[in-house]
């Protein structure tokens, strides 16, 4: 099984600034299989992210995944107060796996 | 325009078994796999196993093995989550998710999630 380890833990950031969120795997992941979520207090998980780089539909142009191998970028450009949530990268090979979370708290 | 709909919170003794429904509309219902993902309160997500309609047959993870039976009805466009020898463990919120093809897709669209308790 696939681990990956999401860093920081929590990250605090004022509106307009710009948030790098990183996730590592335990083993390669093909960029096919990699997506990021975003999860609002109280709601279920949004799809962000998918095949490492593809903006899911109706996601803003301020999201942006990027890496390969072992290594992933969720990067947010410019923060909007709606963006401060918690993330999640994962992993859909089978078995699928999430990493632990990031919360992006307001500074 | 996908939705899936879950059936309603559930409180369980331990020992005893769970069954939650999640009616898909939007898409044609058995070429896409469904997932179940759950998330104890406070913590991350973990998938439980998925089905695809077209196929039949359900992969789990390996820790749910024999424990969860994941089916899917074409015919009311239902997937259903079956957990067995609740312990308190397994409160938690469980989430039906439609991915975006067959396995080894992301998981583009979510239901509202079915809170369970087991509680003695």
């Known amino acids: 099984e696939i681990v990956l380890t999401q860093s920081p833990g929590t990250l605090s950031l004022s509106p307009g600034e710009r948030a790098t969120l990183s996730c590592r795997a335990s083993q390669s992941v093909s960029s096919v299989y990699l997506a990021w979520y975003q999860q609002r207090p109280g709601q279920a998980p949004r799809l962000l992210i998918y095949?490492?780089?593809s903006r899911a539909t109706g996601i803003p142009d301020r999201f942006s995944g990027s890496g390969a191998g072992t290594d992933f970028t969720l990067t947010i450009s410019r923060l909007e107060p709606e963006d401060f949530a918690v993330y999640y990268c994962?992993?859909?090979?089978?078995?699928?796996?999430f990493g632990q979370g990031t919360r992006l708290d307001i500074k | 325009q996908v939705r899936l709909v879950q059936s309603g919170a559930e409180v369980k003794k331990p020992g005893s078994s769970v069954k939650v429904s999640c009616k898909a509309s939007?898409?044609?219902?058995?070429?896409?796999?469904f997932s179940w993902v759950r998330q104890a309160q406070g913590q991350g997500l973990e998938w439980m196993g998925g089905?695809?309609?077209?196929?039949?047959?359900?992969k789990y993870a390996h820790r749910f093995q024999g424990r969860v039976t994941i089916t899917a009805d074409e015919t009311t466009d239902t997937a259903y989550l079956e957990v067995s020898s609740l312990t308190s463990e397994d409160s938690a919120i469980y989430y039906c998710v439609r991915q975006r093809g067959t396995f080894g897709t992301s998981f583009a669209y979510w239901g509202q999630g079915t809170q369970v308790t087991v509680s003695s």
């Open positions: 939007g898409g044609t219902f058995r070429n896409y796999a």
């Open positions: 994962q992993q859909y090979g089978s078995p699928s796996t």
């Open positions: 095949e490492a780089s």
């Open positions: 089905i695809v309609p077209i196929f039949g047959s359900a």
